[in-house]
């Protein structure tokens, strides 16, 4: 396929360097002085990506200088002890720019690791919280303090309820007191209500920010700037000239030493009731009435709830909307890869599965009579994740008829490609005459990288994340209704899965596309999956 490309006007990007404007708005996302408190800080998302994430904003300049780090958990740690495990996660973790190469960046790591502190304690000892909160106090950040739960969601109403009771769901009349929550919350619509409401016996929904790290991507963030700071696309963005969407999370690994949680999660817990939701609300919402928290994220829930519900009242199976698989042996990569049954606690019987294949139709002006496929698995051939927009085809294709041969699935609908990672970017296919005497034609794509375009390292998600946090904003975060929607649509297909457990598992080999159903499942609509 022949390609173009786009770059960025280079001298525009350098005046934005040095633009004092921009200056400016840089200096506005520098957080405010505060304490972040992590429960869980012995475990794997804090080594992994919160204290990459937090060493590389302090290496941006955008924490500021009296920014505090308390890790709490039962292990016995010292500080130093805790200083130590983080260095390790941000030597194996972080971004090429921010790697601690052979002690080079000793000094800025040391500036860091003096900022970080440990309390040890068991979250359900009051104890621990007393600690805490005299921690808290003595600190010069300690009137602004976000809590980061880290840790499994079984422990939230506890921390909660401990944190109100030792008087810290709002530390300090003088700073303001947020908390972020980690996925998954809760495990189906009930348990997602009470969590919602354990936590708003204790917090105020504005100090609540559910995290969902696809939000912070940054190719996702800019499908809202792709569809409205441009003229061209919100024009043709509806059923008059879209055929369908497909949105794609394909992964290579498998279910990585997480056997225990995912037997209790599944593809569609694990990913498609948050991640691919949240992709799919921000691809199809209406335009919010202003750029802020507030409309954007009211304008998702709006679409999520017009959903049509995945089983409606009397439909005869729910294999008419989804399709589920999980996956065997095969291979990854060239590798050998064991089956899902086959890994570290997991049961050798297990129904859980690890593909899942949807059709939604959303009820609106905008969007009637068009399919959104999304697809999500584990063990796929590649890690890919993206979404797709299909046009229809021209109402009559003259050319069938000019050139012998040319029928009509010889030319290519034109496809929006938005890719969300790796390869970050967006590509539009379209038809073009290959040059020549003869009227012949073929498919080429113009293509925007962001790594040609703008040459600048994107931030990790946690990275933006954390920042939009301190500074108080939540439109990166999934309000409370958000999250009991997309629960409300996802629920009824996990119950309809759970008593009837797939007989056929498993039904993918590690390293194909899925389940031959699920080909078979969109070719009965006449299409076909995009093979990424
Ligand atoms: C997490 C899921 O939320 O997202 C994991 O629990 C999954 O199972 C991960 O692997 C994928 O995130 P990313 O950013 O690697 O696409």
Redesign the pocket.
């Known amino acids: 396929m022949a390609a173009f490309s786009t770059t960025a006007n280079t001298a525009t990007a350098a005046d934005e360097r040095v633009n004092p404007l921009r200056e400016g708005l840089r200096m506005q996302r520098t957080a405010p002085p505060c304490t972040m408190v992590i429960f869980g800080a012995s475990g794997d998302l804090t080594k992994r990506k919160l204290m990459p994430a937090l060493y590389a904003l302090a290496r941006m300049q955008r924490l500021a200088p009296n920014f505090h780090v308390i890790g709490v958990a039962i292990s016995d740690w010292s500080d130093d002890t805790f200083r130590q495990h983080m260095r390790a996660g941000v030597e194996q973790f972080a971004s090429p720019n921010d790697q601690l190469a052979d002690g080079g960046d000793a000094a800025s790591w040391a500036s860091f690791a003096s900022r970080l502190q440990y309390v040890a304690g068991n979250f359900d000892d009051p104890a621990l919280y007393t600690k805490l909160g005299a921690t808290l106090r003595a600190l010069p950040g300690g009137d602004n303090v976000l809590f980061y739960l880290a840790i499994p969601p079984s422990l939230i109403a506890t921390i909660g309820d401990q944190l109100a009771r030792a008087g810290l769901n709002q530390v300090s009349p003088k700073g303001w007191t947020r908390i972020i929550v980690e ?2 919350f809760g495990r189906d619509l009930a348990s997602a209500r009470s969590l919602n409401q354990a936590l708003h016996r204790v917090f105020d929904e504005e100090q609540i920010f559910r995290i ?3 939000l912070g ?1 940054e190719t996702v963030r800019n499908i809202i700037v792709f569809r409205f700071a441009n003229g061209i696309f919100e024009p043709i963005w509806n059923r008059r000239y879209i055929d369908h969407v497909q949105i794609t ?1 394909a ?1 290579s ?1 498998g ?2 030493r ?1 056997g225990k ?2 037997e209790e ?1 599944g ?1 569609l817990r ?2 498609v009731q ?2 691919l939701l949240q992709v799919l609300a921000v691809v199809a919402m209406e335009a919010p009435v202003r750029f802020e928290a507030g409309p954007v994220r009211d304008e998702k829930v709006k679409v999520i709830s017009s959903i049509r519900p995945l089983l409606p009242a009397g439909a005869a199976s729910h294999e008419v909307c989804a399709v589920r698989g999980q996956y065997g042996p095969g291979f990854v990569g060239g590798e050998p890869v064991a089956g899902y049954r086959d890994e570290a606690n997991v049961a050798a019987d297990s129904s859980r599965e690890t593909f899942v294949a949807l059709k939604l139709g959303i009820e609106n002006w905008r969007w009637a009579g068009v399919p959104f496929y999304l697809r999500s698995g ?1 063990r796929l051939p590649k ?1 890919v ?1 993206e979404v797709a927009i299909r046009f229809k085809s021209p109402p009559f294709l003259m050319f069938q008829d000019l050139i012998p041969g040319t029928g009509d699935t010889a030319i290519a609908a034109n496809v929006l490609v938005i890719r ?2 790796p390869d970050e970017g967006i590509s539009l296919r379209f038809e073009a005459k290959v040059p020549g005497t003869d009227m012949r034609l073929r498919p080429v794509k113009m293509d925007f990288q962001y790594g040609t375009s703008f040459g600048e390292p994107q931030p990790e ?1 946690y990275e933006t994340l954390l920042l939009d946090a301190m500074l108080g904003d939540g439109m990166l975060f999934a309000r409370y209704d958000m999250v009991e929607t997309a629960w409300a649509l996802t629920t009824p297909l996990l119950e309809a899965w759970e008593q009837f457990p797939a007989p056929e598992f498993p039904n993918y080999a590690a390293g194909s596309w899925g389940p031959g159903a699920a080909d078979e499942f969109i070719r009965r609509d006449g299409r076909e999956w995009r093979r990424p």
């Open positions: 996925k998954p969902d790290h696809y991507k999370v992964e690994i279910i990585e997480r949680y995912y999660a593809a694990d990913m948050n991640h584990k890690r994740s969300i990672q998600a």
